[in-house]
């Protein structure tokens, strides 16, 4: 790997970092080459590992990119997925959440000997794909766990105010109900 | 006017006219007709203060505003919630509206779970309450007697009709007139629309299937007040669909919303929040119950309230435990339970059988607002034909909608195609899930627990209700009608579904009624024709513990259409000096 895309690469994980308000640390960086940067008290996440916390920014990432509206990372998606798993998710849910993540790792590590953080992107993409249709080396219970992590990387995104608002329609107080609307090329789901 | 809390009591000498023990869809009714009759009342609640607007501390708040984004902290939910949890209205905006099961167990036999919802809070489950509002009609009234379960009703819908109008004119019920024999109109607002889907499927429906018939549903939303309405503080549904929560436009009908101003309004009534009821104290010298005693929520004192007439509106439960544990030598088991059969009979609806499918075309239709109504499909099992399996029926409520961003999970892809779709309206779906009349029976029961009590050193409540043969049949049914209707309507991908008891334990259709039942008989039945006592002629029980059936719509309405009967009917009572 050349050095340009060693600095391009860390520049793009600091970036997402800053976005998810982590100081990023361990493997995550050390799979670039990167210096390990001190995390501060008040960015430690709730109950991710910063670095599950970066891999579920980078996964959050794919999952929602930005395009004409803010993505995932914009809307704190990473940080609300920590939350919920710190505050609202069972223990099952939030071991079998960390074991999902360790698998794609590993799957990662396994094919290309870099955790998947550290992959170029053509490489995650790659990835995901086998992931999301359940297909070698990944396993139908691989896909289950990304089915989950989708659907929380998707409440965490459509929930908060850019992921509703921009995104898609929010429509606080409808002041009635309508049963017949027309589509139009302008329609966006309803958010609620 | 004057704030609701200039209303609030403790202590009391004063002999009031009448007391009403509870504050949700039965208590808020039977203050308002009582103090616009003249009388003096005290209501009696067990929860906190609840003040319109003020304390609806969920509302108008979305979900990135909320800590957890609208879901229960987990250890809290686990700990204080594990029942309340079950509800599909319970969450971050709402949790505070339900009884906390730590501090309120009761206990159930192993292996036969019983789910127990409850608000406890001035205006009760009045505040979450989904708001369906269906008139019986005489083949309900009239069904124990015709084929032998349970007692007959001493009413029949005639006695009825007229207080189901006084009561809808006053909450405002949207809804159709159908003029269908089985679902007695009403005096309606103007219905919730139909969408695209639900239209199509309606004239489908009822073509085929004559003369069941697909309707709106009836629902208790101002879809356009009156001017009384509009005089109680309410405006028009803003079709937020976030009832549960609390709603400061009053656009749906509650306690806080309708009932309580109106009886305010007189200057007559006072209430005692966090005041839990122990007993009803009787004399038995005079035959007459005499007042409340009750333990402070907060304080655990004791106190006592006295009045001329006691009526227990503490909902189905409620009421009947307040009865078990009056007890005295003259009714060592109970008060005003001569019959023996206080506690039992007890009912909830049959729930969660039904069958759900996709539905192809439409991609140019949709809707705007949240309708806080679906599509409803009222009895059409045993009204003309007789089924082979099961006795009575049930109806269907459901609906279409097309999928949002909630189906995201389980969707294939990822990245900006992936966002590109989830931003489009998805596939519509339509459901079909029965609500089922289940039979009064002896065994179903619920009872004073022996040895265990709560903080306040109350006796536990032993619930112990389990479904029947009949019930059975009818939920297998539910789910094969459902996705029967659904195959014709055209349908794809139907699934069928008929929760097991384990997963989805009688009461949790929060429909559960009887107990202290209403009969012709005296050695039967615990309640007369106009929910007095036959045992003690100054006690009345208006809520859910009067029914001698469940009939398979919605009961809330019949609550208080008996409620505003019996109310009348006690003023008339002690103005003639009967009691």
Redesign the interface.
């Known amino acids: 790997m050349s050095t340009t895309v060693d600095s391009a690469r860390r520049q793009a994980l600091l970036r997402l970092g800053a976005l998810c308000g982590l100081a990023l640390g361990g493997d995550v960086l050390a799979a670039v080459g990167a210096p390990k940067t001190a995390s501060g008290p008040d960015t430690r996440p709730e109950w991710l590992s910063p670095d599950e916390l970066a891999l579920t920014a980078v996964l959050a990432d794919?999952?929602?990119?930005q395009?004409d509206t803010p993505?995932a990372l914009a809307a704190g998606a990473p940080r609300?997925v920590d939350?919920?798993l710190a505050?609202?998710?069972?223990v099952p849910a939030q071991t079998a959440f960390r074991a999902g993540l360790a698998r794609i790792d590993a799957v990662a590590k396994g094919q290309a000997g870099q955790r998947f953080a550290g992959l170029v992107p053509k490489r995650q993409?790659a990835l995901?794909q086998a992931l999301?249709?359940g297909a070698a080396p990944f396993t139908v219970d691989d896909m289950r766990f990304f089915?989950?992590l989708?659907?929380y990387?998707?409440?965490?995104y459509?929930?908060?105010?850019p992921g509703?608002t921009q995104?898609?329609t929010?429509?606080?107080?409808?002041?009635?109900?309508?049963?017949?609307?027309?589509?139009t090329p302008s329609?966006?789901?309803?958010?609620? | 006017m004057e704030t609701v809390s200039s209303f609030y009591i403790k202590s009391s000498a004063e002999r009031f006219d009448a007391i009403v023990v509870g504050s949700g869809i039965t208590g808020g009714w039977a203050a308002k007709e009582l103090t616009e009759r003249g009388l003096k009342v005290l209501m009696v609640e067990r929860g906190r203060p609840v003040e319109h607007g003020v304390d609806y501390i969920g509302e108008n708040r979305p979900e990135w505003t909320m800590p957890n984004r609208g879901k229960v902290d987990e250890k809290i939910a686990q700990e204080q919630f594990p029942i309340q949890r079950q509800c599909y209205a319970f969450d971050e905006h709402t949790k505070q509206f339900w009884n906390n099961d730590r501090d309120m167990p009761y206990s159930t036999p192993e292996g036969r779970p019983f789910s127990w919802i409850r608000g406890n809070q001035l205006g009760g489950k009045s505040l979450m309450w989904a708001r369906q509002s269906y008139r019986w009609s005489d083949l309900d009234f009239e069904a124990n007697l015709k084929d032998g379960h349970g007692t007959d009703w001493p009413i029949r819908y005639a006695d009825l009709a007229p207080w189901y109008s006084h009561v809808e004119r006053h909450i405002g019920v949207a809804g159709s007139k159908e003029g269908m024999a089985v679902l007695p109109d009403g005096e309606f607002l103007p219905p919730f629309e139909f969408n695209t889907v639900e239209q199509a499927m309606k004239q489908k429906f009822d073509a085929k299937y004559a003369p069941a018939r697909m309707i709106i549903g009836r629902t208790a939303n101002l879809t356009r007040p009156t001017e009384a309405q509009m005089a109680q503080g309410r405006a028009q549904c803003q079709a937020r669909s976030e009832c549960q929560r609390g709603c400061s436009f009053g656009a749906y009908f509650s306690t806080q919303s309708s009932t309580l101003p109106a009886a305010l309004k007189t200057g007559r009534l006072r209430i005692a929040t966090n005041s839990i009821v122990h007993s009803v104290t009787y004399d038995a010298k005079t035959n007459r119950a005499t007042g409340v005693r009750v333990i402070d929520a907060e304080t655990h004192e004791t106190r006592e309230y006295h009045a001329r007439v006691v009526l227990l509106c503490a909902s189905t439960l409620g009421s009947t435990a307040v009865l078990l544990n009056s007890k005295s030598a003259a009714f060592p088991n109970g008060l005003a339970n001569s019959s023996g059969v206080l506690g039992h009979y007890l009912m909830d609806h049959l729930w969660s059988a039904g069958a759900s499918g996709r539905v192809e075309g439409f991609e140019d239709d949709y809707y705007q607002g949240r309708r806080p109504t679906g599509a409803y499909i009222p009895r059409f099992r045993n009204v003309v034909d007789k089924h082979p399996d099961f006795v009575r029926g049930y109806a269907f409520g459901g609906g279409a909608s097309r999928e949002g961003w909630q189906s995201a999970a389980w969707k294939p892809g990822f990245g900006k195609d992936f966002k590109a779709m989830m931003r489009k309206p998805g596939p519509w779906h339509f459901n079909l899930y029965g609500q089922g009349e289940m039979l009064p029976r002896y065994e179903n029961m619920v009872s004073l627990h022996p040895t265990k009590t709560d903080k306040w050193g109350m006796p536990l409540l032993h619930i112990d209700v389990t479904h029947g043969d009949n019930d059975r049949r009818m939920r297998e049914d539910m789910a094969d009608s459902a996705a029967n209707i659904l195959e014709y309507l055209g349908m794809k991908d139907i699934r069928k579904n008929v929760a097991t008891e384990q997963e989805y334990p009688p009461g949790l259709a929060i429909h559960e009624v009887g107990g202290a039942r209403m009969g012709r008989d005296p050695k039967t039945s615990i309640l007369n024709g106009h929910n007095q006592a036959h045992d003690v002629p100054n006690l009345f029980v208006t809520d859910g513990a009067s029914m001698a059936s469940s009939a398979w719509q919605n009961p809330s309405l019949t609550f208080m259409a008996l409620t505003a009967r019996a109310c009348a009917y006690a003023v008339d009572q002690m103005k003639a000096g009967a009691i």
């Not at chain 1, 505050?87 to 069972?90: A, E, I, K, L, S």
């Not at chain 1, 929010?170 to 589509?183: A, T």
């Open positions: 794919l999952i929602i990119p395009t993505g609300t939350h919920l505050v609202c998710t069972p993409v995901l999301d249709s089915r989950q989708k659907g990387v998707a409440f965490a459509y929930t908060s105010e509703a995104e898609l929010y429509l606080p107080i409808p002041g009635g109900y309508k049963g017949n609307v027309k589509v329609t966006r789901t309803w958010a609620t």
